[in-house]
C-alpha cells in the first residue's frame, strides 16, 4: 500500500488523503499515512535524504503547493508580538525612555516604524543574539511599539479552518520523533569518542531543523499547532520509544536513557558514595546550610593524611558535596531528569549538542504562543542544573553561555513569568543551588591569618571556571530575576535560601591571597587578579546591588534586619574559622571581603532610606574591632603599594590596587570599605583607633619628638610615604560623606567635579568614569536627565577642535570657574584616582585657574572644602577628631616640621592642618564654648587636659622625655643642661606629668593599641603598671636585632610651645620673615577670604577660625604674635635632615626648569613648525622657494641638512631637494558643476562617473587615436589627470652622497620606521616629513636673471624666427656626469610613482612617443594642481602654501633635459603651422593613413610645456612671451569656434553678418566680431561642423549679448593664461600680485606681456585687444579651418565633435554626505556587493567615487589584493579614501600603507563613536569633513597623519 503511494505524484497523494481523513470514518486515511510515513520518515535513512523533507511539505500542504499553503497560513496569523529573533552581530535598538526591562531590544523595522524622538535609544550590535519585544508590554510601554504591532491584530483575524492544518497535526509528530532519534543516535559520550564529532551530526540536520525554523515564521496558526505537538505527553509516550517490534526504535530509547543517567545534580556514582552522609538529610535546612560553612575538613585523622598527598583541598570539596545535598529543599535537581513531552527532550538535547545556533533560534522563535512560553520557561528551569554540568564540561563555554544567555533573558526579563517559575519550580533554591555547586568544584583552603589550622575555603582564581568566566550566564540569570521584586521579596523572607546564599558569598571572602615578598622577586606573576575581581563584581556584589534596590522603604526594615543579621553570623563564623584573635597576619592582603560589604552596604541603607536605628544593627564592640582590622589592613596596604614596599610581588600588585579603586568596582569596594571603618571609628574608642591606624600604617616610631629613630618595619625611604598615607587615609576617613549623609544628587555631583578636575572628559568617558550602580534597575542611569542637567550645571562644553598638526579633538566638559572655586575637593580626587599623576594633574589644572583668574599666583595648596552636615546615626565620628592620641600626633608633627626632621614634607604639613580644620569646624556637641575645663584628667597620656581640641591647641607642653640613639644631637647637647636641672626641681605640673617623658608617652600612647585591645578583649581592667609591663619586653626587644643599632637613651627635651605657637612659628618659617602675623593681625582676620592659596593662607586660615570660635585662644594668639622672638633660626640638626627636607624643595625646583625648558622648547618647535612644515598657512612667505630670496648674480647656496655644510649644486656634487613623489587622481574626479555629488542612500540614486575630468580626456584622447596620426595625437592633448605624478618638498636640501649613505643606515636600521626602504621612502632628516626621492638642483643661478630679463625691442618676426631656431638645435647630450645620473635616476623614480596603465596611452606602449607624452605631462599635472591648490585662480597672488611645496623651478629643468633626448621632427613642428602659412599640404596625407591632428583641436597648454621644455635651457624671457603670444592667439581662435558651435542657425547668420560689415574697419584683426564671423563663414564650408549639434542647440535658448559673448571668451581663455602665468612665475621668478575676481583677465594678460598698455578691468577690456598676429590673421584662421574642412568628407568627420572643448573644470570634492550617519547605515550595512552578491562582513564606501566595496573580504580578492586596495589602485592612483560603515571611521590608504584617519560623524557631544560602541545618533562634522577633502586636495595625508602600517594587500 504505502509503496504504491511513495510511487504516485506527491502532490497528488497528499489531496488524496487529505481528502480521506476529512471524512468523518477516517481509520483508512490514517493508516494510509502512518505506512507512508514510516517509510518516508524512516530514521535508518540517512538525514540528508531531502526526498523525506519533499514529502513533509507536499503533505502538509495537502495537495496544494507548498508556498501558496504558507501564504494561506500567514493570513491568519494572530500574533501582536514581533518575536524576530537574531544571532550574534545583528543590529538592534535599545530605547531606555519605552523599556520597563533594561535587556529590552527592538529589530530595526520595529525601531524605524516606532517614534523615538527625543528619546534615549542607542543602535547596538547583539554580542549573544536576542529578540524583538515589540509589542510586549511586560518588557517596555506600548508607546514604543511600531505601527505593525501597536494594533491588537490579533482580533479581527478570522479563525483558522479546521482542514486547513488537519495534516500539519498528523504529519509533525511524526518529523520531531525522526529529528529526536537522529539526535540521539548522533551523540556520543565525550569520554568515549575520540573523534566526537557532534558538528557533523548537526550539518546533516540542518534542513530539517531549518524546516522547523520556517514553519515557526508562519505565524500564529502554526505556532498554535507546533505547541500542541510539543506540549502533548500522550504523544511523547506512543512515539518515543517506538512500537515493540521495531528493533532500531528500542535500541535508539535505550541511548538516550543511557544518555539520561548522569543528569542530575550528584551524578549515579556519587549517589552510592554519599550514602553515608543522607542519614544527615532529615535535619533543618538552615542547619545544614549553616554547618555547611564550619565544616570541618577532617574526619578522621588517618583518612586527612591519605588525602593530604593528593591535594589537600579535594576532599573539602568531597565532603561539602554531601552536606550540600542534605541542605536542599528540592531533591528533585539532584536526580536524573525525567521528560514527558517532545519540547523536553528537544531542550535536553539542544543542551547536550552544546546549544546548536539553529535549535535555539527554533525554540526561541516560538515564544510569542503565550502557552508555549510557560512550558518552555518550566522546561528550561528543570534542566538548569543540567545546563550548568555541560557548561562547565564544554570547551566552546564562551558560545555556550551566549547561546544560554540569549534564551534566558527572554524567559526571566518578565517579571510574570519569572514570578510564576519562582512559585511554581522553586527556581530560587534551584539557581543558588546550582551557583554552589558550580563553586564548589574549585575550592581550595584558604591561607589568611592562620595558615596551619585554617578551616575556611575559598575559590581557587586560577580555576578555568573563574578564568573564563564560566560562571557568568548563572549569575547573570541570577541578577536578572532578582531585578523583580516580587523574587526578591520571596528572596528576602526565605532565611534558609539567605543562608545558603551567605556561604556562596563566603566563597569568595578571602580570595586571591597576596603574600609580600619580602626576599627576591617572584619569578611568575600571577594574573588571577582579573579572574577575584570580576567575581567579586559579578557574583558577589551585583546580586547585592539587585537586593539593595528593593530595601528603598520603611517597609522593607525586615529584610535589611534579616540580611544583616545572618551577615554578622556568617563573619563570626568566618573569623572562627580563619582562626582570627586580635592582630591581623602580617604581610598579607586580601582585596576580597563581599562579607564586610555585604554588611556595609545593608547597614547604608537601613539608615539612608528605612530610618532604622544604627546602634541596633551593630554588634558589640569586640565584633566591631573584629570587622575593622581586614579593611583596614587594605587601606595601609594601598599606601604600601604605592610606597613601593611590594615591588617584589610584580606589577599585578599595583594593578590590584588600581582595579580597587577604578570607576567600575569602587562603590562595591573601597566606599563599603570606608564607610565600614568610618561605622566602626564612630562606635569604637578613638583613642584605640586612631593608634591603631597609625600601627597598621607602621608610622609608630616615627611619631616621636626626638630628631632620630630607629623603625623597625619600614625603610628611611618608606617613612614619609607611608607617614602621607596614614594622614591622608585620615582625613579621607573623617571628611568623606558618600554614605553619612550626602544625597544622590550631591554625591553624582561630587563624582563628577572630581573627575572632571582630573582632565577634560569626553561626555562617554564621564558617564564611564562616574561610579554607578551597577544593578540595571537602579534609578540613576547614566544619560537620565539628572545627569544631563548636572553636567550643565558643573561643565561647559568645549566643541571639537582642530590642531594645526592634524590631531583631531574630541568635543570636551571642562570645569566652570565657580566649580574650581567652590566645589574643587582634593580628598574627593584623591579617593577616586587610579593613577598618582592625576592627583597632579587636578593640582597643576587648579593653580593654572588661580593664576588665570587673578585669585593666586604661587603654587597652591589643596583647598579646604566645607562638608555636608553627618547624618545623626555617626556623629561619633567626630570624637575621632577629638582626641588626645591624635592631638599628641598632630604637636609631634608640627613640632617636627618647624624643627625640619627627616621625612617630613610639604604634604604631611597639609594634611595635618587639614585635621586641624575639621576638627575646629565639627566641634563636639558636649563642648562648651570657652569653658576651661576645671579638672585635669590624672591619668598617665595628660599631655592635653581634655580632649576638646579648641581647649588643647593653646595648651602648652613644656618638657617630653624621649628615647633617642646615643649618638643623637639631643643626647650631647643635653649633657651638660641635665647636671643642672637634677639640682633643681621641675618647673611645672605640667612638666611634671609629662616627665613620664616621651618614651612612655610612647609606650603609653601606642601600648594603648595593646592595652586598649585587651581591655575590650578579656573585659578585665588591669592597672596601667602591669599593662605598661606587658608592653615593655616587646618594644625593647625591638630595638636588639643581631648586629643591634645604637643603645637607645632616655632624654628629656625642652618644648614650652602649644599648637598655636608652632602655627605662628611655622608660618613664619613659610613666608620666610620673622614677625610675620602683627598682633593686630587677627582683628581684620576673615576666615572666607583665605580659601585659596598657599601653606601661609591655610594656618592664617586656621588661626583665624581658632580665635574666632574661642576667646582664650584670641588671647593666646595675641600674645604670642606680641613676642615677637628675636630672629633664631632653628638649628639644623643634621647635614642629613637639610638634605631631606630640601628633597622636596629641589624636585619643586626641578619641575619649574622642566616646565621652563618644555616651554621654551615648544616655542621652538612651533616656529620651526610655521617655517619648515607650514602645513596650512599661508600668511607665511614663500621663503622656501628655493634661491628667490638670494642675491641674482651670484650663484644659489644649499644647506645640506646631513652635513651641515653650505655651498652650490656641482655637476660632481649635486645638492638636492627632499621630495615626496605621488600619483594623484584628484585632477581627474573634477567635475564642471561646483556642486558636490551625494552619495547615494537609496536604490533610486546613482552616481555617473563619465562626467569628470579623468574620464572626458580618456574619451578625447581615445576619438583623436581613432581618426589621426598617432604620433601627433600624443603630442595634442595631456595625460596625468588620473594617476599624473605630484611632486613636492618640505623645502629642505641635502648632498646627493650625504642621501645615499643615510638611506644606507636606514636599512641597517632593524627597527620598522612604517615606510619602506627598500621602495626608497625615507623621512627627512630636518622636519621628519615623509619624502622618497631626491631631486637633484641645476648647478647656476636660482632663477633666470640678469640678461634674459631684459626686455627686448626685436620685431615679434624676429623672435618668431629665432624661437624656431632654437628648436631646431639638435639635442645637446650633456656630458656624463653625477649630475646627469642623479637626474636619470629621478626620473626613473617619477615612473615608477605611478602605475604602467598610466604612462602607457599609445598604439605601442614604451615608444619615445609615449615617454614625450607622460614627461611634459608631469610638468602639467603639477602646474595644474598648484592652481587648484591656490583656489583655482591666481587672484591671491603672492606664494602659497602649495607654492612652498612647490619645486617647479627644478623639475622643469630635470624634464627639460629629459626632453632634449626627443627632437621634434621640423616637418610636424607645431611652430611653423602656428606662425607661417603654408602652402598646399595636401599630398603630405597621401603616404599616411591617417591626417595630424587639426591646430584647433589641439591642447594649447600642452604645447606652451612641449615648447619650453623642448627649448635649449634657460630659455630667455622674450622668447616665452612670444611662445605665449603665439599661442593665445590659438587658443583665442578654439574660443570663436567652440563658441560657435554653441549658436543657434539664426544668431551664427546674424553675427557672421555684423563682423563681416566691420572686417574693413582698421584694426580689425583685433575685434572679436570680425574674427568670430570670419571663423563661422569658413567652418561653414564644411557641413558637418554645425549639423549634427542642431538639436541640441536648440534647447539652450539663451540669447547671446556681446558682453556675454566676452565673458565666455574671456572665461575660456584664462585656464591657459593661468598656466603660462604660473609657468613664468616659476621660471623667471615674477610676482604674482593679488587681485580681484573679476579683474583677473586682465591682470593675468598684463603680467604674461600680451598687452602693453595699462590694465583696465576685465568687464570692460576686450579679449581680442592682446592678439598679436604675426601674418595675416584671417589668412592663418582660414588655414587653421581648412585643416578641418578636409576632414568632412572622410570617415573622420566623427571627430568634429573635438571642437566642442570646455577647459575650465571646477575645484575637486569628495562625495557630499548625509547629515545623519542612520541614514548610511541604514542603506550600506546590508547592501550586497556588486561583485560576489554576498552582505560583506565589513563594508566600506570610497568618499571620492561612491563605489561599495568588500574590506578585507576574501571574496573579492583578485591576484592576491583584497578589493579596498584594488579599488585605491584605480580610483585614486593608490590613494583611496573609504568610510567603514560598521565602524563610522575613515581609512586612508596611500600605496602599500593604510592609516585610520578618524570619524567625520560625531555624536551630539561632539564625540567619534568607532565600531559604533555606543550606538548613539551622528552627524555629520563639517569642519572635520573639509580638512579630510583639504588633505586629500593638497596631498598631504603622508605630512598629517603619524600612525601609518603596511596593509600587505589585505585591507
Known amino acids: 500500500m504505502a509503496a504504491s503511494l511513495l510511487r504516485r505524484d506527491k502532490k497528488a497523494t497528499a489531496a488524496h488523503l487529505k481528502a480521506d481523513l476529512n471524512r468523518t470514518d477516517n481509520s483508512s486515511g490514517l493508516r494510509q499515512l502512518q505506512e507512508l510515513l514510516d517509510n518516508v520518515l524512516n530514521p535508518e535513512k540517512p538525514p540528508a535524504d531531502t526526498e523525506a523533507l519533499d514529502w513533509c511539505k507536499y503533505l502538509l500542504a495537502g495537495g496544494d503547493g507548498f508556498e501558496e499553503f504558507c501564504k494561506t497560513v500567514r493570513s491568519y496569523d494572530n500574533a501582536t508580538l514581533c518575536g524576530l529573533v537574531w544571532t550574534a552581530n545583528f543590529v538592534a535598538y535599545r530605547c531606555r525612555t519605552c523599556g520597563i526591562s533594561p535587556c529590552m531590544s527592538l529589530c530595526a523595522e520595529c525601531f524605524n516604524n516606532g517614534d523615538h524622538t527625543g528619546h534615549d535609544f542607542n543602535m547596538f550590535r547583539s554580542q549573544a543574539g536576542g529578540a524583538c519585544d515589540c509589542g510586549d508590554s511586560n518588557v517596555m510601554r506600548e508607546s514604543g511599539f511600531c505601527r505593525r504591532h501597536r494594533l491588537n491584530t490579533g482580533e479581527n483575524v478570522p479563525s483558522v479552518p479546521c482542514d486547513l492544518l488537519l495534516m500539519s497535526e498528523m504529519v509533525l509528530p511524526r518529523f520531531i520523533i525522526s529529528i529526536i532519534q537522529y539526535l540521539r543516535d548522533g551523540y556520543t559520550e565525550p569520554e568515549s569518542a575520540t573523534d566526537r564529532d557532534l558538528q557533523k551530526v548537526l550539518q546533516q540536520l540542518e534542513p530539517q531543523i531549518s524546516f522547523l525554523e520556517d514553519l515557526t515564521k508562519m505565524g500564529g496558526a502554526m505556532r498554535t499547532v507546533l505547541t500542541k505537538i510539543l506540549t502533548n505527553q500522550q504523544t511523547f509516550k506512543e512515539l518515543s520509544m517506538g512500537q515493540e517490534e521495531n528493533m532500531y526504535a528500542k535500541k535508539n530509547y535505550e541511548k538516550y536513557l543511557s544518555a539520561l543517567k548522569n543528569s542530575g545534580l550528584v551524578s549515579v556514582e556519587e549517589k552510592g558514595a554519599a550514602g553515608a552522609g543522607a542519614g544527615a538529610a532529615d535535619s533543618p535546612a538552615g542547619a545544614g546550610a549553616l554547618s555547611l560553612l564550619g565544616a570541618t575538613a577532617a574526619a578522621s585523622p588517618d583518612e586527612e593524611n591519605k588525602e593530604e598527598d593528593q591535594d589537600g583541598g579535594q576532599c573539602v570539596g568531597q565532603r561539602k558535596r554531601v552536606k550540600l545535598s542534605s541542605s536542599t529543599k528540592d531533591p528533585s535537581i539532584m536526580d536524573s531528569l525525567k521528560h514527558k513531552c517532545f519540547l523536553e527532550e528537544l531542550l535536553f538535547w539542544t543542551i547536550k549538542y552544546e546549544f546548536p545556533q539553529k535549535m535555539v533560534t527554533f525554540l526561541l522563535n516560538m515564544l510569542p504562543d503565550q502557552d508555549y512560553k510557560i512550558t518552555f520557561t518550566k522546561t528550561f528551569v528543570q534542566h538548569y542544573a543540567f545546563i550548568m554540568k555541560t557548561l562547565m564540561k564544554s570547551h566552546e563555554s564562551d558560545t555556550m553561555s551566549n547561546r544560554i544567555v540569549h534564551i534566558s533573558v527572554q524567559l526571566f526579563s518578565n517579571e510574570e513569568l519569572a514570578r510564576h517559575v519562582t512559585e511554581e519550580c522553586q527556581l530560587l533554591d534551584i539557581m543558588v543551588t546550582v551557583l554552589l555547586y558550580m563553586m564548589e568544584s574549585c575550592l581550595i583552603k584558604s591561607e589568611l591569618q592562620d595558615e596551619k589550622n585554617n578551616r575556611h575555603v575559598v575559590v581557587n582564581c586560577g580555576e578555568a571556571l573563574l578564568k573564563n568566566n564560566t560562571y557568568w550566564p548563572l549569575v547573570s540569570d541570577f541578577i536578572n530575576i532578582l531585578s523583580h521584586q516580587s523574587v526578591a521579596k520571596r528572596f528576602l523572607e526565605d532565611h534558609s535560601l539567605l543562608m545558603l546564599w551567605m556561604s556562596f558569598v563566603s566563597f569568595f571572602q578571602g580570595m586571591n591571597l597576596n603574600k609580600r615578598e619580602l626576599n627576591e622577586h617572584v619569578e611568575f606573576e600571577s594574573q588571577t587578579y582579573y579572574a577575584a575581581f570580576a567575581a567579586e563584581l559579578e557574583a558577589c556584589a551585583q546580586p547585592m546591588w539587585g537586593l539593595l534596590t528593593h530595601c528603598k522603604v520603611k517597609e522593607t526594615q525586615e529584610y535589611t534586619k534579616t540580611v544583616v543579621r545572618y551577615c554578622l553570623e556568617t563573619l563570626q563564623i568566618w573569623f572562627d574559622a580563619i582562626g582570627f584573635v586580635d592582630e591581623p597576619a602580617p604581610n598579607q592582603v586580601t582585596f576580597h571581603l563581599p562579607l564586610h560589604r555585604y554588611y556595609a552596604m545593608f547597614l547604608s541603607k537601613a539608615v539612608k532610606c528605612q530610618g532604622l536605628d544604627l546602634d541596633s544593627l551593630l554588634p558589640d564592640q569586640e565584633m566591631l574591632m573584629k570587622i575593622m582590622v581586614h579593611p583596614l589592613q587594605i587601606q595601609a596596604c594601598l599606601s604600601e603599594i604605592h610606597s613601593n614596599m611590594w615591588v617584589r610581588n610584580g606589577l599585578q600588585i599595583k594593578g590590584q590596587a588600581m582595579t580597587y579603586v577604578q570607576s567600575h568596582f569602587c562603590n562595591s569596594m573601597i566606599d563599603p570599605d570606608i564607610f565600614l571603618l568610618q561605622v566602626c571609628a564612630s562606635r569604637l574608642d578613638p583613642d584605640y583607633f586612631i593608634s591603631s591606624v597609625f600601627e597598621r600604617f607602621k608610622v ?62 569626553t561626555h562617554s568617558s564621564l558617564l564611564d568614569l562616574i561610579p554607578e550602580n551597577p544593578n540595571p534597575k537602579s534609578g540613576i542611569v547614566p544619560g537620565s536627565c539628572s545627569f544631563e542637567e548636572m553636567l550643565s550645571g558643573v561643565a561647559d562644553f568645549k566643541a571639537p577642535v582642530f590642531e594645526p598638526g592634524g590631531s583631531m579633538q574630541q568635543g570636551m566638559y571642562t570645569p566652570k570657574a565657580e566649580v574650581w572655586e567652590k566645589e574643587f575637593d582634593p580628598i574627593m580626587v584623591i579617593l577616586r584616582t587610579v593613577y598618582r599623576r592625576d592627583v597632579q594633574s587636578a593640582m597643576d589644572r587648579y593653580s593654572a585657574f588661580l593664576k588665570q583668574s587673578g585669585i593666586h599666583t604661587g603654587n597652591p595648596w589643596p583647598p579646604y572644602k566645607e562638608r555636608t552636615p553627618l547624618h545623626p546615626c555617626y556623629r561619633g565620628l567626630v570624637r575621632l577628631l577629638h582626641c588626645k592620641t591624635l592631638h599628641i600626633v598632630i604637636f609631634t608633627l608640627l613640632y617636627k616640621i618647624w624643627m625640619d626632621h627627616q621625612n617630613m614634607s610639604e604634604h604631611v604639613l597639609c594634611m595635618v592642618l587639614y585635621l586641624v580644620e575639621l576638627g575646629l569646624d565639627n566641634h563636639m556637641q558636649e563642648d562648651k564654648e570657652d569653658e576651661e575645663p576645671c579638672i585635669e584628667e590624672h591619668c598617665h597620656d595628660s ?641 558637418c561642423t554645425y549639423e549634427s549639434r542642431s538639436e541640441e542647440t536648440m534647447l539652450s535658448s539663451s540669447v547671446w549679448s556681446p558682453q556675454s559673448i566676452e565673458f565666455t571668451l574671456q572665461q575660456f581663455c584664462l585656464p591657459f593664461l593661468r598656466l603660462s602665468c604660473l609657468l613664468q612665475h616659476h621660471l623667471y621668478g615674477d610676482n604674482l600680485p593679488g587681485c580681484l575676481l573679476e579683474e583677473e583677465f586682465s591682470l593675468l594678460v598684463g603680467c604674461l606681456g600680451l598687452l602693453p598698455g595699462p590694465s583696465q578691468s576685465s568687464s570692460s577690456m576686450s579679449s581680442a585687444a592682446c592678439l598679436e598676429w604675426n601674418v595675416g590673421a584671417f589668412e592663418l584662421l582660414s588655414q587653421w579651418c581648412s585643416e578641418l574642412i578636409s576632414l568632412a568628407g572622410s570617415p573622420s568627420q566623427q571627430a568634429m565633435s573635438l571642437l566642442v572643448q570646455d577647459p575650465q573644470w571646477s575645484a575637486p570634492h569628495l562625495l557630499q554626505l548625509p547629515d545623519n550617519y542612520n541614514t548610511i547605515f541604514q542603506y550600506y550595512h546590508r547592501k550586497s556587493c556588486s561583485v560576489c552578491n554576498k552582505t560583506p562582513k565589513d563594508p566600506a564606501l570610497c568618499l571620492v567615487c561612491g563605489a561599495f566595496v568588500c574590506l578585507k573580504g576574501l571574496c573579492c580578492k583578485q591576484q592576491g589584493i583584497c578589493e579596498c586596495v584594488l579599488h585605491s589602485q584605480h580610483c585614486g592612483a593608490a590613494t583611496g579614501i573609504f568610510l567603514l560603515i560598521n565602524a563610522s571611521v575613515i581609512i586612508i590608504i596611500r600605496g602599500h600603507r593604510f592609516c585610520l584617519w578618524g570619524s567625520v560623524y560625531l555624536d551630539a557631544h561632539g564625540e567619534e563613536d568607532r565600531d559604533l560602541r555606543r550606538g548613539k545618533p551622528l552627524f555629520l562634522c563639517e569642519e572635520r569633513y573639509r580638512v579630510l577633502e583639504q588633505q586629500w586636495v593638497s596631498h598631504t595625508f603622508d605630512h598629517i597623519n603619524k600612525r601609518w602600517g603596511p596593509h600587505y594587500n589585505g585591507l
Open 700 to 761: 609608630v616610631d616615627l611619631l616621636t619628638m626626638a630628631s632620630q629613630h630607629q623603625n623597625a618595619v619600614l625603610d628611611a625611604e618608606q617613612e614619609r610615604p607611608m607617614l602621607e598615607g596614614a594622614l591622608t587615609f585620615l582625613v579621607i576617613l573623617c571628611s568623606l560623606r558618600i554614605h553619612l549623609g550626602m544625597t544622590d544628587d550631591e554625591i553624582l555631583r561630587a563624582e563628577m567635579v572630581s573627575q572632571l578636575c582630573m582632565n577634560d572628559r
Open 943 to 1583: 599631655w592635653f587636659p581634655g580632649t576638646s581640641l579648641l581647649s588643647n591647641l593653646h595648651h602648652v607642653i613644656n618638657f617630653v622625655r624621649v628615647r633617642v640613639p646615643e649618638t643623637a644631637p639631643e643626647v650631647e647637647r643635653k649633657r651638660e643642661r641635665e647636671r643642672e636641672r637634677e639640682r633643681e626641681t621641675p618647673p611645672s605640673t605640667s612638666a611634671e606629668t609629662s616627665s613620664f617623658g616621651q618614651n612612655l608617652r610612647e609606650a603609653q600612647l601606642f601600648s594603648l593599641v595593646a592595652e586598649r585591645r585587651r581591655k575590650f578583649q578579656e573585659i578585665i581592667n588591669r592597672s596601667n603598671h602591669e599593662a605598661n609591663q606587658a608592653v615593655r619586653p616587646k618594644s625593647s626587644s625591638r630595638w636588639h636585632p643581631p648586629g643591634s643599632p645604637p643603645q637607645l637613651v632616655t632624654e628629656i627635651l625642652e618644648i614650652r610651645e602649644s599648637m598655636l605657637s608652632l602655627l605662628v612659628k611655622l608660618h613664619q618659617k613659610l613666608s620666610a620673615k620673622q614677625n610675620s602675623l602683627s598682633p593686630s593681625w587677627l582683628e581684620e582676620a576673615d576666615p572666607a577670604r583665605h580659601a585659596h592659596g598657599d601653606g601661609i593662607t591655610a594656618i592664617e586660615r586656621i588661626l583665624a577660625k581658632a580665635a574666632s570660635r574661642s576667646r582664650h585662644s584670641k588671647r593666646c594668639l595675641q600674645e604670642i604674635c606680641g613676642r615677637v622672638c628675636p630672629p633664631v633660626p632653628p638649628k639644623k640638626n643634621s647635614p642629613g635632615d637639610k638634605k631631606s627636607m630640601d628633597k622636596e624643595e629641589r624636585r619643586q625646583r626641578a619641575r619649574e626648569r622642566q616646565q621652563k625648558l618644555l616651554a621654551e622648547f615648544a616655542s621652538r618647535q612651533k616656529s620651526f613648525m610655521e617655517t619648515a612644515m607650514d602645513v596650512e598657512s599661508p600668511e607665511a612667505e614663500a621663503a622656501m622657494d628655493v634661491g628667490s630670496a638670494e642675491p641674482l648674480d651670484s650663484e644659489v647656496l644649499y644647506d645640506c641638512v646631513i652635513c651641515g655644510q653650505s655651498g652650490p649644486s656641482t655637476e660632481d656634487r649635486p645638492t638636492g631637494l627632499v621630495v615626496l613623489l605621488q600619483a594623484s587622481s584628484v585632477l581627474g574626479h573634477r567635475c564642471r558643476s561646483d556642486e558636490a555629488k551625494r552619495l547615494p542612500t537609496s536604490d533610486e540614486e546613482r552616481i555617473f562617473p563619465e562626467d569628470t575630468c579623468g574620464a572626458t580626456n580618456d574619451v578625447r584622447l581615445a576619438l583623436m587615436q581613432r581618426y589621426f596620426k598617432d604620433s601627433s595625437c600624443l603630442q595634442a592633448v595631456s595625460i596625468g589627470w588620473d594617476g599624473g605624478v605630484y611632486v613636492q618638498t618640505c623645502g629642505h636640501t641635502l648632498h646627493i652622497d650625504c642621501h645615499k649613505s643615510y638611506m644606507e643606515s636606514l636599512r641597517n636600521d632593524q627597527v620598522l620606521q612604517g615606510f619602506s626602504v627598500d621602495k626608497g621612502e625615507f623621512t627627512c632628516p630636518l622636519c621628519r616629513q615623509f619624502a622618497n626621492s631626491v631631486l637633484p638642483c641645476k648647478p647656476g643661478r636660482g632663477t633666470e636673471a640678469g640678461a634674459w630679463h631684459t626686455p627686448s625691442n626685436k620685431s615679434p618676426a624676429t623672435l618668431i624666427k629665432e624661437v624656431e631656431d632654437l628648436q631646431d638645435e639638435l639635442g645637446i647630450f650633456p656630458t656624463e656626469s653625477n649630475l646627469t645620473k642623479e637626474m636619470e635616476s629621478v626620473i626613473k623614480d617619477i615612473k615608477n610613482a605611478t602605475q604602467k596603465k598610466y604612462m602607457d596611452y599609445g598604439k605601442n606602449p614604451g615608444s619615445p612617443d609615449n615617454d614625450f607624452l607622460f614627461m611634459y605631462s608631469v610638468a602639467r599635472t603639477n602646474l595644474e594642481l598648484e592652481l587648484v591648490h591656490r583656489g583655482g585662480n591666481l587672484c591671491s597672488g603672492g606664494a602659497s602654501a602649495a607654492a612652498k611645496r612647490s619645486c617647479l623651478n627644478q623639475l622643469f629643468h630635470v624634464l627639460a633635459m629629459h626632453m632634449r633626448l626627443y627632437s621634434i621632427d621640423s616637418a610636424y613642428n607645431p611652430w611653423t603651422r602656428l606662425t607661417q602659412i603654408t602652402q598646399n599640404r595636401e599630398p603630405e596625407y597621401e603616404d599616411e593613413d591617417r591626417p595630424e591632428v587639426p591646430m584647433l583641436f589641439r591642447d594649447v597648454p600642452s604645447l606652451l610645456i612641449i615648447f619650453v621644455l623642448t627649448m635649449p635651457q634657460p630659455l630667455r624671457k622674450e622668447h616665452f612671451t612670444c611662445i605665449v603670444k603665439v599661442l593665445y592667439t590659438l587658443q583665442y581662435t578654439q574660443a570663436l569656434a567652440a563658441l560657435s558651435v554653441r549658436f543657434s542657425p539664426e544668431e551664427r547668420l546674424a553675427w557672421s553678418n555684423t563682423g563681416a560689415a566691420k572686417k574693413n574697419m582698421p584694426n580689425s584683426e583685433k575685434s572679436w566680431e570680425t574674427l568670430l564671423s570670419h571663423v563661422i563663414s569658413e567652418l561653414t564650408k564644411a557641413k
